[in-house]
C-alpha cells in the first residue's frame, strides 16, 4: 500500500491519526511516529471504499462511511498501553 488509496483522515489529540481508503479499510496509526515502520491497526467493516472517517468530540468513537456499500460503521475506540 503506498498511500496513494487514502480519501478520508481525521486525527485524535495528536495521539491516533485514521484514515480511510479504496479498498475498505479504516486504518489506525500512531500519532507522533514512535518507529519506523510505523506499525498500524486495519479495521476491516465496508465492502467498498472509505469516504470518510471521523473522531467524536469526546474521542470515544470512530465513524466511517462506506461509498459503495452505503454504509456507516461506528468503532469504539479502546485505549490499552502496550496493546498495539
Known sequence: MDGSDV???DGLN???VATGDDHGNVNL???PVLEKP???RRLL???ACDTSVCFTK???HLVSAG???KSVV?????SKPGNW
Open 7 to 9: 480519501n478520508a483522515v
Open 74 to 78: 461506528q468503532w469504539r475506540v479502546i
Open 67 to 69: 461509498g459503495g456499500d
Open 45 to 47: 467493516g465496508h465492502s
Open 14 to 16: 495528536k495521539v491516533l
Open 58 to 60: 469526546d474521542g470515544g
Open 29 to 31: 496509526f500512531r500519532c
Open 38 to 40: 510505523n506499525k498500524q
